[in-house]
């Protein structure tokens, strides 16, 4: 992790990296490509930067709380998006990233997935959080069986 520059965060406290890659960012118009860091509490965007000697290193951005987000299977932008967004927020604060393969979707929508659920069954209000997080799953299911 001493690859992320400028990080205000402590990344020693947001659990394993699960991890990470590469996509292109669609945000309110805008498009960027970041490197994107899955940790089990935290997701992190950072700037790819290469060194005078020609190593990566990765510019902090912004980051969130695995615990205040949700997020969308399919995206209307391509077959190789899928979307983060808010709970507590309005609803154009949506992240659209495409990633560079459907396996490297595959694996971030899996892994987000499995950590959006342990951490809604540990959560002090699970049956909520579970019920609001089924029925996301379920439409994300039904768009998914859809497209078939």
């Known amino acids: 992790m001493d690859a992320i520059q400028d990080c205000d965060v402590n990344l020693k406290e947001q659990g394993q990296l699960v991890r990470q890659d590469e996509f292109t960012v669609f945000f309110k118009k805008k498009k960027r490509v970041r490197r994107i860091f899955l940790f089990e509490d935290l997701i992190l965007f950072g700037k790819t930067k290469r060194t005078a000697v020609g190593n990566d290193v990765y510019v902090y951005k912004q980051s969130f709380k695995t615990s205040d987000i949700g997020m969308t299977h399919n995206s209307t932008v391509s077959g190789l998006c899928f979307e983060i967004w808010f709970r507590r927020r ?59």
Request: glycine share 2%; net charge negative.
């Open 90 to 148: 309005k609803s154009e604060d949506t992240y659209t990233l495409r990633a560079s393969s459907v396996e490297v979707k595959k694996a971030w929508i899996t892994d987000l997935e499995s950590i959006l659920w342990d951490q809604a069954a540990h959560s002090r209000g699970s049956n909520n959080n579970i019920l609001f997080l089924f029925s996301t799953y379920m439409e994300n299911s039904l768009q998914i069986a859809l497209q078939v």
